[in-house]
């Protein structure tokens, strides 16, 4: 027998192979200096206040609930839990690992909101308040509502269903008409309190849509367990032989299952959304006239006003540089991938990050021009193009609704003139056909499909965030693809580190450590083991580099100037895509490093796996054309464009759309964000910005490109196995809707025929774990 | 077949009991959190935090 041990006095539960945190975990508990060795930086502490969703309770005591992000495993819960337990005055924290939020509770006056945010963004896990009332969505009470109901009918199901196997087998061993009478009674005692309650959420629907003159699935549903019921009734008052309680209870407990499952996916992915949008919100530190600096929240900043952008953070308004000089990466905004050197004077964007030294921005008139509220006006028009998908569900019930009421209806019609019946057995009938008819392909195998793809989903690192964005995932057949970020990772990778012996890359390692500019991290992450060497004096100068002493000499790390090597003096791989770090020891010659976006690690082979799918890619690219041209090189991708803009993207796709392609956009940028909500399907990878987040159908997590492999594969299984349900669901009511118009469908073969056949299309809908699998 | 009289009812009663319990632990959030349960049962001390409900 294996025993798992968890030590509960080991700090460091989370060890690097339990928890894809751990790094980050390490990196905030030691200080920054080893933070370098994950490829991922601490997060940010946060810095707005959150005292305005802080809940006072009447006896004094507080309380914060806040979500948070990076949650894993059992040692985050712990990690967190007993984190804030060890802090004074506060009485409860509780990890809800499913909602992935987190509920403090405290007293007294000293412990504010933001302290406790810090306490948890300090252990490595982002945060961001909410107010739990506003969040409770509808989707809560009602989730609890389906749940409730389907108990109902559960318990009211398997009960009913036990007295009616053994009216059925009466059937053939003389039972008493008394003993038949009894349990029909019994039967009708247990059904229509059950039917009265758990039919609920059919009803108000399908009044809802009668209200508006609409017929939905809700409808044929709602009567055909309302007329059975009620027609069960009259049979067991007047003595009679066939009652259908059995039916309509099972009938609405397989629809609640379906239902249930269908809201439970919906609610997951809203809060997936939300979850996404709150941690990615944040306040931008407004420097004052008088010398005082605040928190504001980004949407409270006016013309005028000045900001203080510390290093690596993102820049939160369109303005002027009015102070200081720096390094701006705007790869997330244009796809370009060097970063440029600004200075006083200079115009930057909200959304670029400010990667080399603090920077003083003098907000700007949120103008209509500006480049964001461009990008977020194509947005908005492209998605009111996106409203008109139809889930194929839906199709399908719009054809189903009118086709059975009709049949239904004529049935009855039918008996009652053509075969010259009394009421009674032509609406024994008709409702016979309204149960067999049972949308259960429809009700119930879609949303399990839908529940096991988002799940398997999930655990491969990938967010489903519209409902029907798998659905649309799946009949795509062309991918464009943006290049910064998204095919490649975003971030310089060392080029050549064979260029510096393992002396010297302790020392350029060293050094290293002491600096934030995303050149320095990349040379920590890449260099690979070294030893440790202890530096002397350390000294950054912003937009230069480093110098420090080593065993008493003078060691610099930075740009060709500040190594004082001459302009002509150039290795001959150095293009416009290749930055270089110099390192120059005393009594030695400077050593060039280069540094370059690199492709994602498994782009080539993803890249063979779609083609092999079937699809076609295309490469559009807001970066110049040679970095563009190497990496579709290296990719094998024949159709690239460069330096395209935001509408320019725009163009392409519906140029595509209209030669007859499903385009699936996968890209990372703001100025993808038009093109993510104009394609037919969209994903982005989790470090895009939240406007391009929010526009995508599916965001995944992580360093590799494969999770958009792997949601295409498992968006076309899963529609494969919806298609194999309606078929499934179309040939048995061919078979079973003749028997219940002439009547043959006896209440047996009425339950037989209607639970088998949810039982098939349940079991064909749990078949894509294996479709996932391979 | 008067057995009847009495079976039917102790069916249905036990039946009903399961239900009650059932809608009892959903209405007392029992069902807020499920990955969390099955990841805390990992966690030794997870007394410390149980006060939370209140």
Same mark, same amino acid.
């Given at each position: 027998m294996t025993v798992i041990v968890v030590d509960p006095t080991a700090d460091e539960l989370a060890g690097p192979g339990c928890c894809p945190t751990s790094g980050v975990v390490l990196g905030a508990h030691e200080g920054y200096g080893q933070s370098t060795a994950s490829s991922e930086p601490a997060p940010p502490l946060p810095t707005a206040d959150p005292s &305005?969703? *802080?809940? *006072?309770?009447? #006896?004094?005591?507080?309380? !914060? =609930?806040? %979500? *948070?992000?990076? !949650? =894993? @495993? &059992?040692? @985050?819960?712990?990690?967190? +839990?007993?984190? !804030? /337990?060890?802090?004074? #005055?506060?009485? &409860? &924290? $509780? *990890?809800? /690992?499913?909602? $992935?939020?987190? $509920?403090?509770?405290? $007293?007294? +006056?000293? %412990?504010d909101g933001l302290q406790i945010m810090r306490c948890v963004a300090a252990l490595g896990y982002p945060v961001a308040p909410f107010d739990p009332e506003t969040l409770k969505h509808l989707d809560d009470v009602e989730n609890r509502r389906l749940l409730a109901a389907l108990a109902v009918a559960g318990f009211a199901a398997a009960n009913v269903m036990l007295l009616s196997v053994a009216v059925w087998a009466g059937a053939f061993s003389h039972m008493g008409e008394a003993t038949r009478g009894l349990f029909h009674w019994v039967s009708a005692l247990i059904a229509l309190p059950a039917v009265a309650y758990a039919g609920q959420p059919f009803f108000r629907s399908a009044i809802r849509a009668l209200g508006v003159r609409q017929l939905n699935m809700d409808v044929p549903i709602s009567l055909a367990v309302v007329l059975a019921a009620c027609m069960s009734l009259y049979q067991t008052v007047q003595g009679g032989e066939h009652a259908y309680f059995d039916a309509s209870v099972t009938l609405l407990f397989f629809l609640l299952v379906g239902r249930y499952l269908d809201n439970r996916a919906r609610a997951r992915a809203r809060s997936t959304a939300e979850h996404l949008l709150a941690l990615n919100s944040q306040a931008a530190t407004v420097l004052d006239k008088d010398g005082s600096e605040r928190a504001l929240p980004i949407n409270q900043l006016r013309p005028g006003m000045t900001v203080l952008v510390a290093v690596g953070e993102r820049i939160s308004a369109d303005g002027l540089v009015s102070r200081g000089r720096s390094l701006i990466d705007s790869s997330l905004v244009t796809g370009e991938s060097m970063p440029a050197s600004i200075s006083e004077g200079a115009r930057v964007y909200a959304g670029t990050i400010n990667i080399d030294a603090p920077l003083q921005i003098m907000v700007e008139a949120a103008a209509e021009d500006t480049l964001l509220a461009e990008i977020v006006r194509l947005v908005e028009a492209a998605e009111q193009g996106r409203a008109k998908y139809v889930r194929l569900a839906e199709k399908a019930a719009r054809i189903y609704a009118p086709v059975v009421h009709i049949l239904a209806a004529l049935t009855f019609v039918g008996w009652l003139i053509v075969a010259g019946t009394g009421w009674e057995p032509a609406a024994m009938a008709a409702i016979a056909v309204l149960i067999i008819t049972c949308p259960c392909a429809l009700g119930l195998a879609v949303p399990a499909v839908q529940v096991v793809a988002s799940g398997m989903l999930l655990q491969k690192g990938v967010l489903v965030k519209s409902p029907d964005g798998l659905e649309r995932i799946a009949q795509c057949d062309y991918v464009v693809f943006d290049k910064t970020g998204t095919l490649t990772r975003g971030q310089p990778q060392l080029l050549n580190p064979e260029m510096l012996d393992q002396r010297q890359k302790a020392v350029a390692v060293a050094l290293a450590r002491n600096s934030r500019h995303p050149l320095s991290r990349a040379l920590v992450a890449d260099a690979g083991e070294v030893d440790v060497i202890d530096v002397q004096s350390v000294s950054e100068q912003a937009g230069r580099g480093l110098s420090a002493l080593v065993a008493g000499r003078r060691v610099m790390l930075g740009s060709r100037a500040l190594c004082g090597v001459a302009q002509a003096v150039s290795p001959a791989e150095i293009d416009d895509a290749t930055l270089e770090l110099w390192l120059s020891e005393e009594g030695a010659e400077p050593a060039c490093l280069r540094f370059s976006d690199v492709v994602r690690p498994d782009g080539e082979l993803v890249l063979s796996s779609l083609r092999n799918l079937g699809m076609k890619f295309e490469l559009l690219s807001g970066d110049r054309e040679r970095a563009v041209g190497a990496t579709a090189k290296a990719l094998g991708i024949d159709v690239w464009r460069s330096g395209c803009l935001p509408d320019e993207k725009v163009c392409r796709l519906h140029e595509l759309e209209e030669a007859g392609h499903r385009v699936l956009m996968v890209g990372d940028g703001l100025n993808d964000a038009p093109a993510l909500a104009s394609g037919f399907a969209s994903i982005s990878p989790v470090s895009a910005p939240d406007i391009s987040q929010t526009a995508a159908d599916l965001v995944f997590q992580g360093d590799s490109l494969k999770p958009v492999l792997s949601a295409i594969r498992i968006a076309r299984g899963a529609n494969r196995l919806v298609k194999q349900n309606f078929a499934m669901a179309v040939t048995y009511n061919l078979i079973a809707v003749p028997l219940a118009i002439i009547g043959l469908a006896t209440p047996l073969v009425a339950a037989v025929a209607m639970s088998s056949s949810s039982v098939l299309v349940t079991l064909n809908a749990l078949r894509l774990r294996l479709v996932g699998r391979a | 077949m008067e057995v009847l009289i009495i079976l039917i009812p102790v069916a249905l009663f036990l039946g009903g009991l399961g239900l009650c319990a059932f809608l009892w632990a959903l209405r007392s959030g029992q069902f807020e959190d499920l990955d969390g349960a099955a990841m805390r049962i990992l966690n030794e001390d997870d007394g410390a935090t149980d006060n939370a409900e209140k």
């Amino acid at each position: 027998m294996t025993v798992i041990v968890v030590d509960p006095t080991a700090d460091e539960l989370a060890g690097p192979g339990c928890c894809p945190t751990s790094g980050v975990v390490l990196g905030a508990h030691e200080g920054y200096g080893q933070s370098t060795a994950s490829s991922e930086p601490a997060p940010p502490l946060p810095t707005a206040d959150p005292s &305005a969703y *802080v809940n *006072v309770s009447e #006896d004094g005591g507080r309380s !914060l =609930h806040l %979500m *948070v992000e990076n !949650l =894993h @495993c &059992a040692a @985050c819960i712990r990690k967190i +839990e007993t984190g !804030l /337990m060890a802090l004074e #005055d506060i009485t &409860a &924290a $509780r *990890v809800n /690992m499913s909602t $992935r939020r987190l $509920r403090v509770s405290w $007293r007294g +006056e000293q %412990m504010d909101g933001l302290q406790i945010m810090r306490c948890v963004a300090a252990l490595g896990y982002p945060v961001a308040p909410f107010d739990p009332e506003t969040l409770k969505h509808l989707d809560d009470v009602e989730n609890r509502r389906l749940l409730a109901a389907l108990a109902v009918a559960g318990f009211a199901a398997a009960n009913v269903m036990l007295l009616s196997v053994a009216v059925w087998a009466g059937a053939f061993s003389h039972m008493g008409e008394a003993t038949r009478g009894l349990f029909h009674w019994v039967s009708a005692l247990i059904a229509l309190p059950a039917v009265a309650y758990a039919g609920q959420p059919f009803f108000r629907s399908a009044i809802r849509a009668l209200g508006v003159r609409q017929l939905n699935m809700d409808v044929p549903i709602s009567l055909a367990v309302v007329l059975a019921a009620c027609m069960s009734l009259y049979q067991t008052v007047q003595g009679g032989e066939h009652a259908y309680f059995d039916a309509s209870v099972t009938l609405l407990f397989f629809l609640l299952v379906g239902r249930y499952l269908d809201n439970r996916a919906r609610a997951r992915a809203r809060s997936t959304a939300e979850h996404l949008l709150a941690l990615n919100s944040q306040a931008a530190t407004v420097l004052d006239k008088d010398g005082s600096e605040r928190a504001l929240p980004i949407n409270q900043l006016r013309p005028g006003m000045t900001v203080l952008v510390a290093v690596g953070e993102r820049i939160s308004a369109d303005g002027l540089v009015s102070r200081g000089r720096s390094l701006i990466d705007s790869s997330l905004v244009t796809g370009e991938s060097m970063p440029a050197s600004i200075s006083e004077g200079a115009r930057v964007y909200a959304g670029t990050i400010n990667i080399d030294a603090p920077l003083q921005i003098m907000v700007e008139a949120a103008a209509e021009d500006t480049l964001l509220a461009e990008i977020v006006r194509l947005v908005e028009a492209a998605e009111q193009g996106r409203a008109k998908y139809v889930r194929l569900a839906e199709k399908a019930a719009r054809i189903y609704a009118p086709v059975v009421h009709i049949l239904a209806a004529l049935t009855f019609v039918g008996w009652l003139i053509v075969a010259g019946t009394g009421w009674e057995p032509a609406a024994m009938a008709a409702i016979a056909v309204l149960i067999i008819t049972c949308p259960c392909a429809l009700g119930l195998a879609v949303p399990a499909v839908q529940v096991v793809a988002s799940g398997m989903l999930l655990q491969k690192g990938v967010l489903v965030k519209s409902p029907d964005g798998l659905e649309r995932i799946a009949q795509c057949d062309y991918v464009v693809f943006d290049k910064t970020g998204t095919l490649t990772r975003g971030q310089p990778q060392l080029l050549n580190p064979e260029m510096l012996d393992q002396r010297q890359k302790a020392v350029a390692v060293a050094l290293a450590r002491n600096s934030r500019h995303p050149l320095s991290r990349a040379l920590v992450a890449d260099a690979g083991e070294v030893d440790v060497i202890d530096v002397q004096s350390v000294s950054e100068q912003a937009g230069r580099g480093l110098s420090a002493l080593v065993a008493g000499r003078r060691v610099m790390l930075g740009s060709r100037a500040l190594c004082g090597v001459a302009q002509a003096v150039s290795p001959a791989e150095i293009d416009d895509a290749t930055l270089e770090l110099w390192l120059s020891e005393e009594g030695a010659e400077p050593a060039c490093l280069r540094f370059s976006d690199v492709v994602r690690p498994d782009g080539e082979l993803v890249l063979s796996s779609l083609r092999n799918l079937g699809m076609k890619f295309e490469l559009l690219s807001g970066d110049r054309e040679r970095a563009v041209g190497a990496t579709a090189k290296a990719l094998g991708i024949d159709v690239w464009r460069s330096g395209c803009l935001p509408d320019e993207k725009v163009c392409r796709l519906h140029e595509l759309e209209e030669a007859g392609h499903r385009v699936l956009m996968v890209g990372d940028g703001l100025n993808d964000a038009p093109a993510l909500a104009s394609g037919f399907a969209s994903i982005s990878p989790v470090s895009a910005p939240d406007i391009s987040q929010t526009a995508a159908d599916l965001v995944f997590q992580g360093d590799s490109l494969k999770p958009v492999l792997s949601a295409i594969r498992i968006a076309r299984g899963a529609n494969r196995l919806v298609k194999q349900n309606f078929a499934m669901a179309v040939t048995y009511n061919l078979i079973a809707v003749p028997l219940a118009i002439i009547g043959l469908a006896t209440p047996l073969v009425a339950a037989v025929a209607m639970s088998s056949s949810s039982v098939l299309v349940t079991l064909n809908a749990l078949r894509l774990r294996l479709v996932g699998r391979a | 077949m008067e057995v009847l009289i009495i079976l039917i009812p102790v069916a249905l009663f036990l039946g009903g009991l399961g239900l009650c319990a059932f809608l009892w632990a959903l209405r007392s959030g029992q069902f807020e959190d499920l990955d969390g349960a099955a990841m805390r049962i990992l966690n030794e001390d997870d007394g410390a935090t149980d006060n939370a409900e209140k």
